[in-house]
Nanobody
Framework: QVQLGESGGGLVQPGGSLRLSCVAS????????MGWYRQAPGKQRELVAT???????NYADSVKGRFTISRDNVQNSVYLQMNSLKPEDTAVYYC???????????????WGQGTQVTVSS
């Protein structure tokens, strides 16, 4: 069974930095897009950044120039470097990956359990 495991969240002051990590494990054949989403209290889940298997990236306008997404295709991992954090970045951050496993014949979007990021002084 495929699972996504996230780490790296926490409490940081405005202007600070955090690095989120997500590792996909299980009977994985291929991973297409990987990405990060976030959900703040009372709001819908929104896209933060995505990266294709070829390394093409896409960012929400609100994080452009501050966040950087990267991936390691050998380690089946995706990372989110977050700099110049603002209080409005406070949310639960979720990893998402489009994965073809050896147990299924189609790509499936898998979600991590989420990691809390709180930006506050």
């Amino acid at each position: 069974q495929v699972q996504l495991g996230e780490s790296g969240g926490g409490l940081v002051q405005p202007g600070g930095s955090l690095r989120l990590s997500c590792v996909a494990s299980g009977r994985i054949a291929t991973i297409n897009d990987m990405g990060w989403y976030r959900q703040a209290p009372g709001k819908q889940r929104e896209l933060v950044a995505t990266i294709t298997s070829a390394g093409i990236t896409n960012y929400a306008d609100s994080v452009k120039g501050r966040f950087t997404i990267s991936r390691d295709n050998v380690q089946n991992s995706v990372y989110l470097q977050m700099n110049s954090l603002k209080p409005e970045d406070t949310a639960v951050y979720y990893c998402n990956s489009e994965i073809l496993s050896y147990d299924r014949s189609v790509y499936v979007h898998y979600w991590g359990q989420g990691t809390q990021v709180t930006v506050s002084s």
